[in-house]
């Protein structure tokens, strides 16, 4: 690990009501060309924190730094300007708009840049160029993700942070997204995701995370969270088991 991680989040305190804490002290680190994932049962809090860690929920205690820099007390657009990108899980494309305009919206920010990401992106992803007249609301579940993805790439963040990816997805859209996800990293960004499919996430992080009522379960690589016993039994189940 470096001296100085790229995104480290401590002691993270949270909730949507005041007094009713979703995330205890949360820890969550991210190194530079990391993928890291967080798993956990339902409620355990792996949204909040991601939506914590991109400005959307408000922080009670602990603290958020981006390159030793403290983030904690900024807004969504403020961390999109410092290389912070973010995929919701739900209503993440304008359905209504074209491929084109989707992506063109991820770059109000800094519209000149438009046009040379567009062509970078769609070296990456042949998608976007092929439908890039074609409404987002009628492309495939696998291919508004992509397009969302995209999207958030357009302003070349450090870190991308994606909000269960596969939700909703068959098997082998899945599989598409997964595809995705490691394309983009390996390129060079660094990535957090939320994932509900816990066994396909941990194959193929470096890293992951396991919340549990808000707080840190356990911590390793995701090989190793993959046959760890205990995770086995409590979070995984015989799925695990299976290659």
Do not use: W
Not at 5 to 22: F, M, Q, R, S
Not at 38 to 67: D, M, Q, W, Y
């Amino acid at each position: 690990m470096s001296a100085t991680p790229l995104l480290d989040a401590c002691d993270i305190v949270a909730g949507y009501v005041p007094g009713v804490e979703i995330l205890s002290g949360c820890d969550v680190r991210v190194d530079d060309g990391e993928l890291v994932g967080i798993i956990g049962p339902n409620g355990a809090g792996k949204s909040t924190l991601i939506k914590c860690l991109f400005g959307l929920v408000h922080i009670g205690s602990g603290r958020v730094e981006l390159r030793g820099e403290d983030i904690t007390p900024l807004r969504a657009h403020q961390l999109v300007r410092r290389g912070v990108g973010y995929v919701p899980q739900v209503r993440n494309v304008f359905a209504q708009l074209s491929v084109e305009d989707n992506l063109r919206m991820g770059a109000y920010l800094e519209p000149s840049k438009f046009r040379e990401r567009f062509e970078a992106l769609a070296e990456q992803f042949p998608l976007l160029s092929e439908r890039r007249r074609t409404t987002a609301g009628s492309l495939s579940g696998g291919q508004r993700q992509t397009l969302a993805m995209a999207r958030a790439l357009i302003m070349e963040p450090s870190v991308l942070l994606l909000d269960e990816p596969s939700a909703g997805l068959s098997p082998m859209m899945q599989d598409e997204v997964f595809e995705r996800i490691t394309s983009i990293n390996a390129s060079g960004v660094s990535i957090v995701m939320v994932e509900q499919n816990a066994r396909r996430c941990l194959q193929v992080v470096d890293r992951g995370y396991v919340l549990d009522q808000g707080h840190n379960a356990y911590t390793a690589t995701g090989r190793e969270l993959l046959d760890d016993p205990k995770v086995i039994e409590l979070y995984l189940g015989s799925l695990a088991r299976k290659e």
